[in-house]
């Protein structure tokens, strides 16, 4: 049977059964930490809010502030137990599928992803110790977790439409965005409901039986893109080794402009992702405190809402390609609308304002697409796996760092100001702008033009130069 070139149905199915169970893994430690720590049930009530259950008790309010220090450090534990291996895995395995194959960096995170879902349902289930979670988030992350599956998709997406003007790749890898959003925003709008209808383990057993199909499409239906025999049957150390050089052959044998040029970006993207994941990562924590104190209902409500995002984001970046506005500025729409959307949040002490910040943010993803695109189309393709595994692991790397700073600056301000770390996040934002800046001054799009040369048009000391990896970086010898 002859597979598919269709990566988007992995992308979809894999962001729904994600996120039907993301938002809730923060509302399941919750609450079992409310139980350990205040040994009463957590206060539930048919209103919008939780508040007013929680006001029932002139101690409640202590319990909120003491439950969410504690959750906010399980989440701080989690991250970083599984930030070294995650980091690990992503680089080896999305770089090694220039030669290996892409499907190899999607197929193990969706095996780590349900082994991960499995052991939510056992540790609800048969109520274990809720920081077995740490253990299987480590475990998880040992296979690669979320940066290498995306990785793999944006390349195995590169491999497919790289040989245009580069809109078709733009918004392809746009497109897997989008997906990424409107699939998390169905699930996300169902998992108030869901929760309150069949507790916590009928949406894991869902997610894990999503995944399960989802892992069979990747082994059986997808087809690969990168064939084992144009890879050389390369394997063991010399695949590490392939690695290392890959990315080092990016940058060293650039012209020096080129070269520039793709540093910047890398750091315009590096910056940005730290900004945004770890401030997004605790909205749902954020909505959970007084006085917002948000029932399952409304944290479906406002999950959803979120990833509404993605939607617009594409929408945004396939009509300002197709109007022909520069890359740059689209970045830069993307940056203020990250900013914009954080600062509302910061000052949200309503329902309604909670909701509404997040309409400020709508184009808050546009800038990743873009980066993406730009930096593929300015390295050859037999580099793709490479800067992929590179971004994969500089994603990673900031989602992890990123979540420890904004924890425990969170744990140590939410007392006294919880909307100081979206404050903080919309102030980083002036990073990635200031490089955009030195971009903007480098005149990025005849770098662009200029520096993407194909074979003919390479100088003769490139044509000339050892293909071997081994004979070209005498480290390797």
Known sequence: MKGLYLVEPVVALYAFSTYLTYPLVTQYVYRRL????????????????????????????D???????????????????????????????VAYSDRAGRKVAIILPLVGTLLYTLSLLLVSFLRLNVYLLVGASLLSALFGGLGTFLGGCFAYVADLSGGGDGRRMTLRIAGLDMMIGLLSGVAALSTGYYLRAAG????????????????????????????????????????????????????????????????????????????????????????????????????????????????????????????????????????????A???????????????????????????????????????????????????????????????????????????LYPGFVFLLGAGLCAIPTMLLGVVCAMGVDVAVEDETLNEDERPQADKDAPQDDSDCDPLLN
């Open 200 to 339: 916590f383990n009928g949406p894991f057993l869902t997610s894990a039986i999503c995944q399960f199909l989802v892992l069979l499409y990747a082994v059986f239906i997808l087809e690969e893109t990168v064939t084992r025999a144009d890879s050389g049957g390369v394997g063991g150390w010399a695949a590490v080794r392939h690695m290392f050089f890959a990315i080092y052959r990016m940058f060293a044998r650039a012209a020096p402009k080129r070269r520039t040029l793709l540093l910047l970006l890398v750091s315009v993207f590096t910056s940005l992702s730290f900004t945004s994941v770890g401030s997004f990562s605790l909205i749902v924590l954020y909505e959970l405190k007084e006085p917002l104190c948000w029932s399952e209902i409304l944290i479906g409500y406002g999950a959803a809402l979120s990833t509404t995002v993605f939607l617009f984001s594409f929408v945004g970046v396939a009509a300002f390609t197709y109007c022909g506005v520069p890359q740059l500025l689209v970045v830069l729409t993307g940056i203020l609308s990250l900013a």
């Open 341 to 415: 959307g954080m600062t509302t949040v910061a000052f949200s002490k309503t329902t309604l304002m909670m909701f509404l910040a997040r309409l400020p943010m709508l184009l808050s993803i546009m800038p990743f697409s873009v980066l993406r695109s730009m930096m593929s189309k300015i390295i050859s393709k037999s580099e793709q796996g490479a800067l992929f595994a590179l971004l994969s692991f500089a994603e990673v790397l900031t989602s992890n760092v990123s979540a420890a700073v904004f924890n425990t600056a969170y744990a140590a301000t939410v007392a």
């Open 63 to 93: 319990y909120f502030q003491k439950v969410q220090e504690q959750a906010s450090l399980f989440s701080l534990y989690s991250q970083i137990l599984s930030a070294v291996p995650s980091l690990l895995v992503t680089l080896l395995l």
């Open 34 to 61: 409310w139980q350990e720590l205040t040994n009463s049930t957590y206060p539930v009530s048919d209103d919008t809010s939780a508040c007013a259950a929680a006001n029932a008790s002139d101690n409640q309010t």
